[in-house]
């Protein structure tokens, strides 16, 4: 089974943001009062300044949307994040911006390479924003996200 997800994640008061300045994003509820904004191939194409390069070294984050991600953090922390794994076997990357400024990453656990004692990349930027896990769960599982395997299906 595969698991593919690249998206922002933030809550309501960046989001009244990016719903004004971003047509193009729609977002889904995730638990402990955040939400998610899949990044779909609309919404990469609506928000990339054309730059071909990829900004700390993220597949999916568009040319040039860091700096929008920072500016929307003035509002309230925001994570980018992305996650590809087939059979077990993965990668994830994740970045926090707060207060206009990156604050945490980017952190980057490639495919050969074991979580961090501090938790997954997702994991640790999810505690960044706040989401507190119960004993035995990890932050990546107390706001929901296995609830589905491709960041499409989040709008659907």
């Known amino acids: 089974m595969s698991y593919s997800l690249r998206a922002v994640i933030t809550g309501p ?4 943001d990016i719903a004004r300045e971003v047509p193009a994003a ?7 009062g955040l ?3 899949p990044m779909t191939e609309d919404l990469f194409d609506s928000v990339t300044n054309g ?3 990829r ?11 860091d ?6 953090s003035a ?5 980018f994040v992305e996650a590809d794994f087939f059979g077990g076997v993965g990668e994830q990357r994740a970045a926090v911006w707060a207060g206009g400024r990156l604050v945490l990453g980017p952190l980057d656990v490639g495919e050969d390479d074991p979580f961090p004692p501090a938790g997954s990349p997702i994991s640790q930027a999810l505690r960044r924003l706040g ?24 709008l659907s």
């Open 55 to 65: 900004p700390l070294g993220f597949h999916w984050l568009p040319g040039g949307f």
């Open 131 to 154: 989401v507190a896990a119960p004993a035995g769960e990890d932050e990546f599982s107390a706001v929901g996200l296995g609830r589905h395997r491709h960041s499409e299906r989040w």
């Open 75 to 79: 509002a309230g922390p925001v994570a």
């Open 35 to 37: 939400s998610l904004l």
């Open 26 to 32: 729609r977002s889904a509820p995730l638990a402990q």
């Open 51 to 53: 730059d071909a390069t």
């Open 67 to 72: 700096g929008r991600l920072a500016a929307w």
């Open 13 to 16: 008061d960046v989001l009244r």
